[in-house]
Each structure stands twice: as C-alpha cells, then as structure tokens.
C-alpha cells in the first residue's frame, strides 16, 4: 500500500534567522573577495616602488644632513609634510578604487541579486562592505607608519651617526604626529564613504570609479574656477563663500587648524578665506552624512526589487 510522503513543513522563522549569514561572515566574504583582486595587490606593489622612488630623492636633497643636525624637530615636521601628503594621496586613491570595485561590482555583474536571495540582508551587505574597507584603512595606515618609521629611523641614524636627533625632537611634534593620524583615519573615511554613495546612485562599476576618482579632483579644481571667476566679475561673493563649503580645501586645511603650532601645510586648495577648525570639521561631518545617506537610502530602496 502506498502512503502519501510526509508533509512538507514551513521553515520556522527561527530556522530562518540561523540560516542568514552573519555579519562578521559577510565581513569574511568581502576580505576574501577583496584579497583575490590581483589589480589590489598590484596597486600595493607600486605604491611601494613609488616609496621607494621618494625615499631616494629624499636621501639625495643638498643640506638633509645640515637641517637634521641643526633643528631635529623641523626637519621632523618636514618629513611629516612629505610622506604625509604621498599617504594622504595613496590611501585616497586605493580606498576610491576599491571600495568603489567592491560595491559596485555587485551591481554590474549581477551576484547583488543572487546575494539578496541567499538571505543576505541590504544593509548588512553594505555594512560589511563598509567594516572591510574600513580595516583595510587601517591596516595601511598602520604598515605606512611602521614602513616610514623604519625608512626614517634608518636615514636618521646615516646622517647623524646615531639616534640623538630622535630624542631632541619636541613633544609637540608627537601629539601632531597622533593628530595626523586621526586627520588621515577621517580622510580615509571620507573616502570610504565618497566610493559607496557612488557605486550606490550609478549602480554601475564603471560609473563608481569614475565618479568616485573624480570628484576630489574637481573640488580642488573648482578653487581656481572660482579665483577666476573673482577676476572676471571684480565681486568675492558668492565665490570666496563656495569654497569656505566645499568638501576638499576644508579636508585639506582641517590638520593645520587643529595643530596648536599650526605646522602642516595644506598640499592641495584651501578655502579661499580663512575658517577655523569647527567650521572645516562641520562641513566634512555634513559631507560624511550627504555621502551615508545617499548610500543607504539606495541601498534600501535599489532598482533590484528581487
């Protein structure tokens, strides 16, 4: 006698719940998806040889040994400039490329459907995409530190014969040394912020390195816009006011407004009349904010509806 199979039973929401990937998983997934990028690697690989170009156009300036032996502490404030800027410029460009890659090649190649369908939640994709661009911040800000301390620490004892340089370098150099390093954590952050808003609202790979590469670019360039434009029309206003709001310059004055001793030199454009260091970090705080929510509004209400 034939008997009818067993009931097909309804998954549980428990069931349902456990079988959802976790959060530190989908952190698991993007490091490993990112890890397997051979053009990552590679940029990592030039960067380094671009170090290494710097470091032996450092090592071969007239007067490098004069200026360590009279003042360790400028000369300190002098590297700091350089190998600052050249972190200050790598970091951005890895963090816009490949956070803009990990974001949206999702959305070029199509996995985001198959990602949505195994369960896996939209903002906790995202979320696990931010975390992982956000530890790769940090672990290159920590090789850069550990990498130049070594480079500099080797050419300090060349020139002087030993390390008594390091101990005559200020106290005050060292708390702007950590204030770099929190002024480079909120850039790298920006940046990180600046990829997902863009990958989010072209929903294509191409569009969100484009997008991403270029609008720090054309936010320094819009300073000499507008220095033309004072030009030609004889009046400040609105211009001066444009640039006190823009993003970049006040990214890029943030570090000396917030130095006691005011060393660090803004590499890039700065606003075109002076702002303190509320005003510059209000500003980036609002940008922090624009970028997030255009990120998670379209994330939350994609053009994928599956």
Do not use: C
């Amino acid at each position: 006698m034939l008997t009818a199979p067993p009931a097909l039973h309804a998954t549980s929401p428990q069931a349902e719940r456990t079988l959802r990937p976790s959060f530190f998983g989908a952190v698991r997934g993007e490091a490993l998806k990112l890890s397997r990028q051979l053009s990552f690697w590679l940029t990592l690989v030039g960067g380094a040889v671009l170090l290494a170009v710097i470091v032996l156009a450092i090592s071969g300036a007239t007067g490098l040994k004069e200026s360590l032996l009279a003042n360790p502490t400028a000369w300190a404030y002098n590297m700091l400039d350089v190998f600052g800027t050249v972190f200050q410029i790598g970091s951005a460009i890895v963090l816009l490329i490949f956070g803009a890659r990990l974001i949206g090649m999702e959305y070029s190649s199509g996995t985001i459907r198959i990602a949505y369908a195994r369960g896996a939640g939209r903002l906790r994709l995202l979320l696990a995409k931010l975390f992982t661009l956000a530890g790769v911040g940090v672990a290159l800000l920590a090789g850069y530190l550990i990498v130049t301390g070594i480079i500099l620490a080797l050419m300090i004892a060349s020139l002087s014969g030993g390390f008594d340089p390091v101990r005559q370098i200020t106290n005050a150099f060292w708390d702007d040394l950590a204030r770099w390093g929190l002024v480079q954590g909120m850039s790298m952050g920006m940046a990180i912020l600046l990829a997902a808003a863009a990958a989010g609202l072209g929903r294509s790979l191409a569009f969100a390195i484009a997008a991403a590469l270029a609008f720090y670019p054309a936010d320094n360039f819009l300073n000499i816009l507008e220095i033309l434009a004072i030009r030609a029309t004889g009046h400040d206003q609105p211009w001066i006011a444009i640039s006190q709001y823009q993003l970049g310059p006040n990214l890029n004055v943030v570090l000396n407004l917030i130095e006691p001793s005011h060393h660090s030199r803004p590499a890039f454009a700065s606003p075109l009349a002076a702002v303190d260091a509320t005003h510059a970090l209000l500003v980036i705080g609002a940008f922090a904010l624009v970028f997030a929510a255009v990120a998670v509004l379209r994330t939350v209400r994609p053009d994928v509806l599956e």
